[in-house]
């Protein structure tokens, strides 16, 4: 996952009054030290002023070096603590659930995270970049650079307030980080990595000043330019990175001696445990080592992971490796065995991209005319949990729905209920019933194939509301406009 390493120091700088030495074990890439840190605090802290964050740093160490159930769980801890209002328990929850959807490679429940949480009132300014960070890593994630570069912008137009200085860097190199993956996926040799290609063919390239003025500029020139930038960074965490990546380029441009700066740096990475990283990073190296035409070498790079892979890696995770390994085949002349690898590859890609297309709409601003997607809420929740909220999905067109009936339907008491639901979502559940009853009236009112004659009362009796005034002013508190404004925009 290309942020695993902006992560820990993303998430590190978002906590006020951190205790001493911890940034500098995170800023060092001491993260195991950091994650040892921070356990110890996980054990004095709770109950104590900042506690919530405390706790939340150390189920954010967990998920850097790869524990992530227990850090679903630590997660949960660090919600409960909250004391202050149910916006910031919301807030919490959707920043929580939307960095394991992405390090779990769930791209599109993550873009849905974090799009909530920057839709929640009074966001914090940390809690914003933050969100905007995990946007980008989403959407490099679904393959789209394009689309990711320009989110980016975005989080630069946020870090340039005076508070936020400290995130520069990040910003910088990521930066650099975007331009080179463009640029690795964007050489004709790998024009058959169909998933990509269908990303980086929706934009046309940026146009850069020069001397003969603006142009369009091709993916080096870009990365080119970011590379100068970045060579200021001054952090050993992305130093490190920003080093590997320079030699990366090196690698794809034919300097087959950069592979030994890339063997240290993918050394370096399994010393400190980042073992999604560590994976990450090979498969980059394989592909530059591709368009190097050095293929014993991508062959090598490849050996490590292949006594995990065929074994453990699945959907979106396997992609990138599926297609990294049949290329590599390919090019050593193993035509059979690149045909099958290069068959299971085009049947993943085109689940992801089926998958990809309804999230990806509804994150460019179309998300009232299409059918409700609420994966966010759900796995924000308990697993227990999970299955009231689908019962509540299932009956919302019932008046009748009371929170009573879906405590019993689960076999819990409603008090449990309640309390699930406030410290996973900071709603209570007659109040996500209340909400997710607007959103379906809503997606009725826009959509254009529901002929004739409609009005706002029908569609809110559809959907369980009966009373006009209350369907009036629970519809503009969530939408911010009456339902007869979204019926005739």
């Given amino acids: 996952m290309l942020l695993t390493l902006y992560f820990p120091l993303a998430a590190s700088l978002s906590v006020r009054d951190l205790p001493d030495g911890f940034l500098s074990k995170v800023r060092d890439g001491d993260l195991p030290q950091a994650g040892a840190q921070a356990s110890r605090w996980s054990e004095t802290a709770r109950g104590a002023a900042g506690s919530p964050e405390l706790l939340r740093l150390h189920a954010d160490m967990q998920m850097t070096l790869g524990v992530c159930d227990e850090a679903e769980e630590q997660y949960h801890h660090a919600q409960k603590a909250i004391r202050s209002s149910r916006q910031a328990i ?23 995270c974090f799009a909530r949480l920057l839709d929640e009132p009074n966001v914090e300014a940390t809690q914003q970049v933050e969100a905007q960070l995990g946007i980008v890593g989403a959407l490099q994630e679904f393959g789209r650079s394009r689309d990711s570069s320009d989110a980016l912008d975005k989080l630069v137009a946020v870090v340039t307030e005076p508070l936020l200085s400290h995130w520069r860097e990040i910003v910088v190199s990521l930066r650099f980080d975007l331009a080179v993956q463009r640029e690795l996926r ?16 929706v934009y046309p390239l940026r146009a850069v000043g020069g ?23 001054c952090t050993p965490l992305l130093r490190q990175r920003v080093h590997y990546l320079r030699r990366l380029r090196a690698l794809a441009r034919g300097e087959r001696a950069a592979l030994d700066a890339i063997s240290a740096h993918l050394r370096w990475a399994e010393q ?35 006594r995990i892979e065929h074994a453990a890696s699945t959907g979106r995770r396997q992609l990138e490796y ?17 045909m099958l690898l290069f068959g299971r590859y085009a049947l993943i890609a085109a689940q992801c991209l089926r998958d990809d297309a309804q999230a990806l709409v509804s994150y460019a601003g179309n998300a009232a005319r299409q059918a409700p997607q609420l994966d966010d809420v759900a796995v924000r929740l308990p697993t227990r ?34 309390s699930a639901f406030r410290h996973s979502l900071g709603l209570s559940p007659t109040e996500l019933i209340r909400r997710l009853r607007m959103e379906r009236i809503r997606r009725d009112l826009l959509d254009d194939s529901l002929n004739g004659e409609r009005t706002v009362l029908d569609t809110g009796n559809k959907w369980g509301v009966e009373n006009r005034s209350t369907l009036l002013n629970n519809y503009r508190k969530e939408f911010h406009e009456t339902p007869s404004e979204t019926l005739w925009r």
Avoid: I
């Avoid at 964007?186 to 269908?198: C, F, K, P």
């Avoid at 190296?285 to 050996?303: F, G, I, K, N, R």
């Fill in 90 to 112: 919301r807030a919490a929850s959707c920043r929580n659930a939307g960095w394991q959807a992405l390090f779990r490679h769930r791209p599109a429940t993550a873009l849905k």
């Fill in 186 to 201: 964007d050489d004709a040799l790998l024009t058959d990595h169909a998933y990509w290609q269908s990303g980086l063919e």
């Fill in 211 to 233: 001397a003969g003025g603006f142009g369009l500029a091709a993916a080096s020139d870009e990365a080119d330019l970011h590379e100068v930038e970045a060579l200021d960074v």
């Fill in 272 to 306: 400190r445990g980042f073992g999604d990283y560590l994976r990450t990073a090979r498969l980059e190296a394989v592909l530059a080592a591709l368009t190097s035409d050095a293929p014993q070498s991508a062959e090598m790079l490849l050996e490590p992971l292949r």
């Fill in 322 to 338: 599926l297609y990294a390994v049949a290329k590599t085949h390919e090019a050593l002349g193993r035509s059979r065995e690149a």
């Fill in 385 to 418: 949990y999970r299955r009231a909220y689908r019962y509540l999905q299932e009956n919302l067109n019932r008046r009748d729905l009371s929170v009573r009936e879906v405590a019993a339907e689960v076999g819990v008491t409603e008090r449990a209920l309640q």
